[in-house]
């Protein structure tokens, strides 16, 4: 099987967007989907880019891909890539496309003098969690996700005009 990983363009949008969705019907999240296609594109191939895409190709056909972004490491002085999204199409699974993503990305990782590479996983999720343990990643029991989201974002964020003010 002929597998090969190549960085997306702008071109690849509509593909990009495509396995988001199979992706958030996979994690049952479907209806989390908000984005639009050109914002989409503005934050990935725009004169600021958030983040970059890997596509995953089986025989010449794009089959999965991977979404990631630089954050940084205090404690080691260093960036490091955290990998948002990985997704590989059902009938592609098997393939050593999920692998062949993941190797890219490390590499990446060592070519930028990253200190890690990480990315969280649903714990529903056991497929996943054994491939992942197979390739020498192990699981951060300690670490919480924490989020702030939506409407409390913006109430946390006004806070910040009113620190300003207070300080002046």
Same mark, same amino acid.
């Given at each position: 099987? %002929?597998?090969?990983?190549?960085?997306? %363009?702008?071109? #690849?949008?509509?593909?990009?967007?495509?396995?988001?969705?199979?992706?958030?019907?996979?994690? &049952?999240?479907?209806?989390?989907?908000?984005?639009?296609? *050109?914002?989409?594109?503005?934050?990935?191939?725009?004169?600021?880019?958030? +983040?970059?895409?890997?596509?995953?190709?089986?025989?010449?056909?794009?089959?999965?891909?991977?979404?990631?972004?630089?954050?940084?490491? %205090?404690?080691?002085?260093?960036?490091?890539?955290? $990998?948002? *999204?990985?997704?590989? &199409?059902?009938?592609?699974?098997?393939?050593?496309?999920?692998?062949?993503?993941?190797?890219?990305?490390? +590499?990446?990782?060592?070519?930028?003098?990253?200190?890690? $590479?990480?990315?969280?996983? /649903? #714990?529903?999720?056991?497929?996943?969690?054994?491939?992942? &343990?197979? /390739?020498?990643?192990?699981?951060?029991?300690?670490? %919480?996700?924490?989020?702030? #989201?939506?409407?409390?974002?913006?109430? /946390?964020? +006004?806070?910040?005009? &009113?620190?300003?003010?207070?300080?002046?």
């Amino acid at each position: 099987m %002929t597998v090969s990983i190549r960085t997306a %363009t702008r071109e #690849d949008l509509p593909l990009i967007a495509e396995l988001i969705r199979a992706l958030a019907e996979y994690e &049952k999240l479907a209806h989390e989907v908000r984005f639009s296609e *050109d914002v989409l594109g503005q934050k990935l191939f725009g004169t600021r880019p958030y +983040a970059e895409v890997i596509i995953g190709e089986v025989h010449g056909v794009a089959q999965g891909f991977a979404l990631f972004f630089h954050n940084f490491s %205090t404690f080691e002085g260093k960036p490091g890539i955290y $990998l948002e *999204d990985l997704f590989v &199409k059902p009938e592609a699974r098997g393939a050593g496309l999920g692998k062949a993503l993941l190797a890219r990305l490390a +590499a990446l990782a060592v070519e930028r003098d990253c200190a890690r $590479l990480e990315w969280s996983v /649903l #714990d529903w999720n056991e497929p996943a969690i054994g491939f992942y &343990k197979s /390739l020498g990643a192990r699981i951060m029991d300690e670490w %919480t996700v924490m989020r702030v #989201d939506g409407a409390a974002l913006e109430q /946390l964020g +006004a806070e910040a005009g &009113k620190t300003a003010q207070n300080v002046a």
